[in-house]
């Protein structure tokens, strides 16, 4: 499967944005997908995923509440809403995919995105 993560930008606090991560090559139903970044001088850091055959979610404690994930296996897409930005936000957001369920560690997925960066400005 291939992976294109758009939508990311320039936003000031408090603001939303909207990223996409499309899928081609296979159905995007068939795996589990999530949600990492990883901002300038800082480790990557998972943000959220769903699993592929429930559709649970499972988020970072401290994006509770303020980012959504979810899937439109139709369009073959993932989305992260993220409301109430804060400037920590800004990172580059990377999709990625993985068979099996819901794991938080990037050494587990082996599909990714090229990336998208996410400013947020105070």
């Known amino acids: 499967v291939q992976l294109q993560a758009s939508g990311g930008g320039l936003v000031q606090a408090g603001g939303s944005l909207r990223l996409s991560c499309a899928a081609s090559g296979r159905s995007l139903s068939m795996y589990t997908t999530g949600w990492f970044r990883q901002a300038p001088g800082k480790e990557s850091e998972f943000v959220a995923a769903v699993n592929w055959y429930t559709a649970g979610t499972y988020y970072t404690d401290s994006l509770k509440g303020r980012f959504t994930i979810s899937r439109d296996n139709a369009k073959n897409t993932m989305y992260l809403q993220m409301n109430s930005l804060r400037p920590e936000d800004t990172a580059v957001y990377y999709c990625?995919?993985?068979?099996?369920?819901?794991?938080?560690?990037?050494?587990?997925?082996?599909?990714w995105g090229q990336g998208t960066l996410v400013t947020v400005s105070s």
């Open positions: 990625a995919a993985r068979s099996g369920p819901i794991r938080k560690e990037r050494f587990n997925y082996d599909y």
